[in-house]
């Protein structure tokens, strides 16, 4: 009995000895805050020494106010704070949970809403926190909205409220609302800041300058059981899904509509080569400017105090015990998967992998045995199952190895792809290739992916992947499917041209470190490593094997490579399609005396596979282009509105002060801002066949062009000349011509800057008559060399250095005039330099 007392009072000693802290929502609880229940619900907090209330919007209790009055230690907010922050409130924030925020106005589409300039004088409901958000507030004064504008309505915090017309729109997250309201029957419309070219961080975990420095292994403790417990919980969303269905669910919501909450908010919170959680002070201040320019603050400080520092890893006792009685421990690795590992030729580990796990040995102060007896990855495999390793450097996650083994979480995500010869065309999905032989590498995840649901295809099993690629090459197998990353490396460094990849699958690489199952306390710790990696060090690991896309700021030029490379498809099929018309044609010719049924049915064979060569254009562009393209115009018009905004306080300014000058500079520069925004959609829109022609003035176009290059060309010292009549007008896509003209000027501008030469000259010129419009540019830059003449309208040929051009522009230049306008784009050398004209066919009328 004596005993017994003994124990409880130790375990309420222990209770009493936890830290209490609160933390306050925006929200009632849903997946929304998932991090912090696991963080709860496993334990994070309280071996971190801290018993967290967590509580949500049920008690209308604002963050901001709860944290600064002290009700609550921590807080999740939103990008308001930085206007808290600007006015003295003394706030730290500790992580941007969402990278971009899902927080949007939902209407429903009968109400016939459908921009934001819509919303004038329409009831919205908002809650507190959200009514001077950024996001809301620069959407809104971008079409000449502010709020005083809306009737406001406090937040019901209920969707069906707008089911029942309560409302006409309401503030409302993408991942939540939108679902409830379908499975109710009500189509809804999206109003979100992102299409308005602002997108801020969201759910940033807040607390007070107080905290951190009274208090700081308290945060830090608490940072870090929040973060350990957002990984999990988007690395196990069903699991996360169940705690919150079953624990934290005022809404009553179904465990389908959790699941997809979960893995819609994951796509919010993640950005490659950014830390979960990061902040970025270019953001930071990027959203300061925009409360700036609409009055809300005066001025801009520094933000270094705003942001948290919390040590780059935090290690429990256990943890640290954990790894000094484990010095060494035994690695297995595939020495045949590059360039994610493999054994270089000094016979060392190599790769992607071998980055990560030297980062991780000099973080841990332990020593990785590198195994490298076993030759083959099924080893390996085996190995680690059977406790002869400790754990594998790097090994794709599949729901059959999780049965056996545990995983960190992913530090690299690669998609799997169909790699096929060069003759063979575009293949929709793994269903096309039932019956056919493909090769897989054995023991690879796409082994047990072709083996688990795709029983028809012919597996044909290789111990590579450099021997899979081959068994195409040479006929044994009619496709490959692999990395993509893996098949680029592999084609490039081995020669393979007869390769191509001809789809996608519906899988990709999760690859992560792999341990023994008995070995939970080092995954634990590898996860808190892969957490605390900074984007410089994510560069330094994947710069030397893999590309990267990055984010602040733009590397433009990269950008329109990766287009470049996304077209690759289209312009392939394109190419085959003109090939195939020639053979078709010649053919046809031969057999015309012969057989005319057959070359009718030859014509028909023709227009079928342009139809279905139509098809796949479309998916390839809508899939891949497509979302380039709408990255590279969110990425422009965020600071076109903000220079917008400030276009329209200066001249509010000059207004007042009369200064007709400045009024005028303005004038022109909010043309300009528009022109460039109208440019963005036109470009987006090449890619979409509902365009119109419309009849475009020559000289008008080419005023156009020279206003957009002429800064530049000023600065190099080259002077344009034009010979066109002003009258001179053609039926064209007005942009498309554009774009074409522009790419010519930059290609003189380029040639004549490497020429040297001392005539600096760009001569426009237009002839027309009845049937053709001719438009010649010329240049002084000293002409083509014979010998690549005929070649430079071929896809990515290019005479400059791979950062400085893809070799696509003029084979684009010259699909747009042939393909679009049925028109002729050549070449030819004159005794100072090049002429390029375009012929336009004035009789056309569809493109």
């Given at each position: 009995?004596?005993?017994?007392?003994?124990?409880?009072?130790?375990?309420?000693?222990?209770?009493?000895?936890?830290?209490?802290?609160?933390?306050?929502?925006?929200?009632?609880?849903?997946?929304?805050?998932?991090?912090?229940?696991?963080?709860?619900?496993?334990?994070?907090?309280?071996?971190?020494?801290?018993?967290?209330?967590?509580?949500?919007?049920?008690?209308?209790?604002?963050?901001?106010?709860?944290?600064?009055?002290?009700?609550?230690?921590?807080?999740?907010?939103?990008?308001?704070?930085?206007?808290?922050?600007?006015?003295?409130?003394?706030?730290?924030?500790?992580?941007?949970?969402?990278?971009?925020?899902?927080?949007?106005?939902?209407?429903?589409?009968?109400?016939?809403?459908?921009?934001?300039?819509?919303?004038?004088?329409?009831?919205?409901?908002?809650?507190?926190?959200?009514?001077?958000?950024?996001?809301?507030?620069?959407?809104?004064?971008?079409?000449?909205?502010?709020?005083?504008?809306?009737?406001?309505?406090?937040?019901?915090?209920?969707?069906?409220?707008?089911?029942?017309?309560?409302?006409?729109?309401?503030?409302?997250?993408?991942?939540?609302?939108?679902?409830?309201?379908?499975?109710?029957?009500?189509?809804?419309?999206?109003?979100?800041?992102?299409?308005?070219?602002?997108?801020?961080?969201?759910?940033?975990?807040?607390?007070?300058?107080?905290?951190?420095?009274?208090?700081?292994?308290?945060?830090?403790?608490?940072?870090?059981?929040?973060?350990?417990?957002?990984?999990?919980?988007?690395?196990?969303?069903?699991?996360?899904?169940?705690?919150?269905?079953?624990?934290?669910?005022?809404?009553?919501?179904?465990?389908?509509?959790?699941?997809?909450?979960?893995?819609?908010?994951?796509?919010?919170?993640?950005?490659?080569?950014?830390?979960?959680?990061?902040?970025?002070?270019?953001?930071?201040?990027?959203?300061?400017?925009?409360?700036?320019?609409?009055?809300?603050?005066?001025?801009?400080?520094?933000?270094?105090?705003?942001?948290?520092?919390?040590?780059?890893?935090?290690?429990?006792?256990?943890?640290?015990?954990?790894?000094?009685?484990?010095?060494?421990?035994?690695?297995?690795?595939?020495?045949?998967?590059?360039?994610?590992?493999?054994?270089?030729?000094?016979?060392?580990?190599?790769?992607?992998?071998?980055?990560?796990?030297?980062?991780?040995?000099?973080?841990?102060?332990?020593?990785?045995?590198?195994?490298?007896?076993?030759?083959?990855?099924?080893?390996?495999?085996?190995?680690?199952?059977?406790?002869?390793?400790?754990?594998?450097?790097?090994?794709?996650?599949?729901?059959?190895?999780?049965?056996?083994?545990?995983?960190?979480?992913?530090?690299?995500?690669?998609?799997?792809?169909?790699?096929?010869?060069?003759?063979?065309?575009?293949?929709?999905?793994?269903?096309?290739?039932?019956?056919?032989?493909?090769?897989?590498?054995?023991?690879?995840?796409?082994?047990?992916?072709?083996?688990?649901?795709?029983?028809?295809?012919?597996?044909?099993?290789?111990?590579?992947?450099?021997?899979?690629?081959?068994?195409?090459?040479?006929?044994?197998?009619?496709?490959?499917?692999?990395?993509?990353?893996?098949?680029?490396?592999?084609?490039?460094?081995?020669?393979?041209k007869r390769l191509k990849v001809v789809g996608e699958t519906p899988y990709r690489y999760e690859l992560a470190f792999a341990f023994r199952n008995d070995w939970g306390m080092l995954a634990s710790i590898s996860d808190k490593v892969l957490a605390s990696i900074t984007p410089s060090e994510y560069e330094e690991i994947h710069g030397p094997w893999l590309v990267m896309e990055r984010n602040y700021p733009i590397n433009y030029r990269l950008v329109w490579g990766v287009v470049g490379f996304m077209g690759i498809l289209f312009i392939l099929i394109a190419y085959k399609n003109r090939r195939l018309d020639v053979l078709v044609r010649q053919r046809t010719d031969e057999l015309e005396t012969f057989n005319q049924r057959l070359q009718e049915e030859i014509e028909k064979a023709v227009d079928k596979n342009r139809k279905q060569e139509k098809l796949l254009m479309q998916q390839a562009k809508m899939a891949e282009i497509g979302s380039m393209l709408e990255s590279i115009a969110h990425q422009w018009r965020q600071p076109l509105n903000i220079l917008g905004l400030s276009m329209t306080r200066l001249n509010l300014s000059c207004a007042i002060g009369g200064n007709s000058e400045s009024t005028k500079v303005i004038e022109i520069a909010e043309a300009q801002i528009e022109y460039m925004s109208q440019t963005i959609d036109d470009f987006r829109n090449f890619f979409k066949q509902d365009k119109s022609q419309i009849w475009v003035n020559i000289d008008m176009l080419a005023n156009d062009v020279e206003a957009l290059l002429g800064p530049l060309l000023m600065r190099k010292k080259i002077i344009i000349e034009r010979d066109i009549d002003p009258m001179i007008e053609v039926l064209v896509y007005p942009n498309e011509l554009k774009q074409v003209v522009i790419n010519l000027v930059n290609n003189a501008r380029e040639a004549i800057e490497q020429h040297r030469g001392r005539e600096r000259v760009i001569r426009i010129r237009c002839l027309n008559d009845e049937q053709y419009c001719t438009i010649a540019i010329e240049d002084t830059g000293g002409g083509i060399p014979p010998e690549i003449i005929d070649k430079i309208f071929d896809p990515y040929f290019t005479t400059k250095f791979e950062s400085q051009g893809t070799g696509i522009g003029l084979y684009m230049a010259k699909m747009i005039i042939e393909k679009h306008f049925l028109g002729k784009l050549s070449v030819y050398n004159t005794s100072k330099g090049a002429c390029f004209e375009i012929r336009l066919n004035r009789a056309v009328k569809e493109g």
């Open positions: 009995m004596k005993k017994l007392f003994l124990l409880l009072l130790f375990l309420m000693s222990l209770a009493w000895s936890k830290e209490s802290v609160t933390l306050q929502l925006p929200w009632l609880h849903q997946f929304q805050f998932a991090g912090y229940y696991v963080a709860k619900q496993k334990g994070y907090y309280s071996d971190s020494g801290l018993d967290v209330t967590i509580l949500d919007a049920h008690n209308r209790q604002d963050p901001f106010k709860a944290v600064i009055n002290g009700k609550a230690q921590y807080g999740v907010g939103r990008s308001s704070l930085i206007v808290d922050y600007i006015k003295g409130a003394p706030l730290v924030l500790m992580a941007a949970v969402f990278q971009s925020s899902p927080m949007m106005l939902l209407t429903r589409k009968d109400f016939n809403i459908h921009n934001a300039k819509d919303l004038k004088n329409k009831r919205v409901m908002l809650t507190g926190d959200t009514i001077e958000g950024a996001e809301l507030q620069a959407m809104l004064r971008s079409v000449g909205l502010r709020t005083s504008d809306l009737i406001l309505q406090k937040h019901s915090y209920d969707p069906m409220s707008l089911a029942r017309g309560e409302t006409d729109a309401m503030v409302a997250y993408l991942s939540n609302e939108p679902y409830i309201l379908q499975k109710a029957g009500i189509e809804t419309r999206a109003i979100h800041p992102k299409e308005y070219g602002f997108d801020f961080y969201s759910d940033i975990l807040f607390t007070t300058t107080d905290e951190t420095t009274k208090n700081p292994q308290r945060a830090e403790a608490f940072y870090d059981a929040s973060m350990r417990g957002w990984l999990w919980a988007f690395d196990h969303i069903e699991e996360t899904a169940e705690l919150i269905y079953r624990d934290y669910n005022p809404q009553h919501k179904s465990l389908d509509a959790l699941i997809y909450e979960g893995r819609m908010l994951k796509e919010f919170a993640f950005r490659p080569n950014i830390a979960f959680g990061s902040i970025d002070p270019v953001r930071l201040e990027m959203i300061a400017q925009g409360y700036r320019l609409m009055g809300v603050v005066q001025s801009i400080p520094s933000f270094e105090p705003l942001r948290y520092k919390h040590s780059a890893l935090q290690l429990s006792e256990k943890e640290k015990g954990w790894l000094r009685d484990h010095p060494v421990i035994r690695v297995g690795i595939d020495q045949n998967w590059p360039p994610i590992e493999s054994i270089d030729e000094k016979g060392r580990h190599s790769g992607v992998s071998a980055s990560y796990l030297k980062l991780l040995e000099k973080r841990l102060g332990v020593h990785f045995e590198v195994d490298y007896s076993r030759r083959h990855w099924s080893d390996s495999i085996r190995s680690v199952q059977n406790k002869e390793i400790d754990m594998l450097s790097c090994a794709a996650i599949t729901d059959k190895r999780r049965e056996n083994l545990l995983f960190s979480r992913p530090y690299l995500k690669q998609s799997i792809v169909i790699v096929a010869h060069s003759d063979v065309g575009f293949v929709n999905d793994l269903n096309d290739l039932g019956g056919k032989k493909v090769a897989v590498v054995r023991s690879y995840a796409t082994e047990e992916f072709l083996r688990e649901h795709y029983p028809k295809i012919i597996p044909v099993v290789a111990d590579t992947s450099l021997e899979a690629l081959q068994s195409v090459v040479s006929g044994e197998a009619y496709a490959c499917i692999e990395g993509l990353g893996v098949v680029s490396h592999l084609i490039e460094r081995h020669n393979l």
